[in-house]
Antibody, heavy 118, light 109 residues
């Protein structure tokens, strides 16, 4: 079964750090662009970052540039999101997604929740 | 990165057709055929319904169709069913990034 499973969410104070992980299975992870997408409580979807198959290209939402880092380990079939200097506006459910069709995210995880609060 | 504009809500009776619009600019929707649509029932993860403006992934009913004209993309649901009640989001490529729409709640009356 093709799936991705996120982990690493939790409660963090403003200014703190958190590292999200995404474990992929059922497909050749190294063949696909991967993305992180988030959804704040009661709000819409927001693309956060994506990374090329070999990690050589990474793109970020303007508001997270310099604070978040996307990375991957193809040997471990895993995607990561290192989040530093967290703000209240970063509070959201974070989804790991696969770009399995041209410019479309065809596989989504169940999400991991990040809460930023003192 | 400003969001694409969608109507907050649309509704229809079972069997009717509804169309959701998604308006962007020449830098996103108008500049590329890289529009996708996602369905998100309450409390669940989004599901890809349309990619590259009008392509359906396997398993998506052909009641769902997509199109584009200029800076506006559209998703049409024909033969509306109760199970189609959900939030729908468009998305477009924009300069090495992606942007989502504001979201539309579809209600089946």
């Amino acid at each position: 079964e093709v799936q991705v499973v996120e982990s690493g969410g939790g409660l963090v104070q403003p200014g703190g750090s958190l590292r999200l992980s995404c474990a992929a299975s059922g497909f050749t992870f190294s063949s696909f662009w991967m993305r992180w997408v988030r959804q704040a409580p009661g709000k819409g979807l927001e693309w956060v970052a994506n990374i090329k198959q070999d990690g050589s290209e990474k793109n970020y939402l303007d508001s997270v540039k310099g604070r978040f880092t996307i990375s991957r380990d193809n040997a471990k079939n895993s995607l990561y999101l290192q989040m530093n200097s967290l703000r209240a506006e970063d509070m959201a459910v974070y989804y790991c997604t696969r770009e399995g069709v041209p410019y479309g995210a065809d596989v989504w995880g169940q999400g991991t929740t990040v809460t930023v609060s003192s | 990165q400003s969001a694409l504009t969608q109507p907050p809500s649309v509704s229809g009776s079972p069997g009717q057709s509804v169309t959701i619009s998604c308006t962007g600019t020449s830098s996103d929707i108008g500049g590329y055929n890289r529009v996708s649509w996602y369905q998100q029932p309450p409390g669940t993860a989004p599901k890809l319904m349309i990619y590259e403006v009008s392509n359906r992934p396997s398993g998506v009913p052909d009641r769902f169709s997509g199109s584009k004209s200029g800076n506006t993309a559209s998703l049409t649901i024909s033969g509306l069913q109760a199970e189609d009640e959900a939030d729908y989001y468009c998305s477009s490529y924009r300069s090495s990034a992606y942007v989502f729409g504001t979201g539309t709640k579809v209600t089946v009356l």
